[in-house]
């Protein structure tokens, strides 16, 4: 029986108790290995400079910069590196704008440990992997029969400082999350406003609330 390659695991999450516990679900793969933690976009950056690596699995949201926006970054200085998503938004939610980004994948955390070992192999074998859900979804995208709504038109840094503001955070703390200036963060919300025909942040959490993107 051939034995499979063992394949070298770089995992980028802000929180201890996460990595641990999917260090822990990986230990018990033989074909696996956690050769790599970061906790922030820059760590992640740095080791994926000085390592090679079969999966980089990825949180949406790190304390220095968006997982959106690393992964930006990761692709296009290692365009071959197989980027697993991991997040606890709904998959719908983020998932296409992720795998438009340049995700190989994208799954929720609260995903039974089976399916993430299953995610891993096959994003490490250059094959996508996505819920049924999102693979409908884009379907009818590609298609025509859904038209985009208009947040889909925004960057996926006024994606997130939308989704920031309608979850009710100020922009000074929107500012620190983002690790950007106060007038930066303002900017983005100007720019969305205009770009989704939104008057205010009252409008703009209310269109959050009716297309699924807070709770």
Not at 19 to 29: F, N
Not at 83 to 100: F, H
Request: aromatic letters at 4%.
């Amino acid at each position: 029986m051939a034995t499979r390659k063992q394949l070298n695991i770089l995992i980028v999450d802000d929180h201890a108790i996460v990595r641990a516990g999917l260090k822990q679900i990986l230990a018990d793969e033989p074909d696996m290995a956690v050769a790599g933690e970061a906790e922030t976009a820059r760590q992640a950056l740095d080791l994926a400079r000085s390592g090679r690596w079969d999966v980089v699995l990825l949180d949406i949201a790190l304390p220095d910069r968006s997982g959106l926006e690393t992964l930006e970054l990761l692709k296009k200085a290692h365009p071959a590196l197989n980027v697993l998503m991991l997040s606890m938004y709904r998959e719908t939610q983020y998932a296409v704008r992720a795998l438009k980004t340049g995700a190989a994948g994208y799954l929720n955390k609260q995903s039974a440990p089976a399916k993430l070992v299953d995610a891993i192999r096959q994003v490490a074998a250059g094959r996508k992997y996505i819920s049924p859900e999102v693979a409908e979804e884009l379907a009818r995208e590609v298609s025509g029969e859904r038209a985009g709504a208009p947040h889909e038109a925004l960057s996926n840094r006024e994606f997130q400082t939308l989704c920031l503001i309608a979850a009710g955070k100020p922009v000074s703390v929107i500012a620190d999350e983002l690790a950007l200036s106060v007038k930066t963060v303002s900017m983005y919300r100007t720019r969305l406003l205009k770009k989704m025909q939104l008057k205010n942040n009252a409008e703009l959490t209310h269109y959050a609330i009716r297309h699924g993107l807070v709770d």
